[in-house]
C-alpha cells in the first residue's frame, strides 16, 4: 500500500499486466475510448463532452459502478502517443490522473 503524502492521499499506484501481444495491438484496443467499457469492470458507459473522440483534450463522462457506489468520473485524456501512452486526469468526485503506457517485452 502506497504511504500517503501531505494531505493524506495516496502519491501513486502502479499495475503492471503483461499482454501476450505487440504494443501496436493493445493500442487498437486501448485507442477507442467508447470501447474502455469493454475491459474495465467498473466502466458501464462513457458519453463525450465534445466532438473530439481521440486524442489531448477528448473529454468524457464515465458512469462508474464500483460495489454498490456508482457515480459518473468526469475524465480528460492529457497523454496521447499511440503505440506508447494514453494519460488520463479525473476531475469530478474521483480525482487523479492515470496512464496507460505499452512497453514491448
Keep these: 500500500m502506497p504511504e ?17 501481444a505487440t504494443p501496436e495491438a ?6 477507442p475510448v467508447e470501447r474502455h467499457v469493454d475491459w474495465m469492470h467498473d466502466a458501464v458507459a462513457i458519453r463525450f463532452t465534445g466532438e473530439q473522440q481521440r486524442g489531448v483534450g477528448t473529454e468524457f463522462l464515465c458512469d462508474t459502478k464500483v460495489g454498490p457506489i456508482t457515480l459518473v468520473d468526469r475524465m480528460e485524456i492529457t497523454e496521447w502517443v499511440p503505440a ?11 480525482t487523479g490522473e492515470g496512464r496507460f503506457t ?3 517485452i
Design 4 to 20: 500517503p503524502s501531505r494531505g493524506g492521499r495516496a502519491r501513486g499506484i502502479v499495475v503492471a499486466v503483461e499482454i501476450d
Design 26 to 31: 493493445v493500442w487498437a484496443v486501448v485507442e
Design 84 to 94: 506508447e501512452v494514453m494519460g488520463v486526469r479525473h476531475t469530478g468526485v474521483v
Design 102 to 104: 505499452l512497453e514491448p
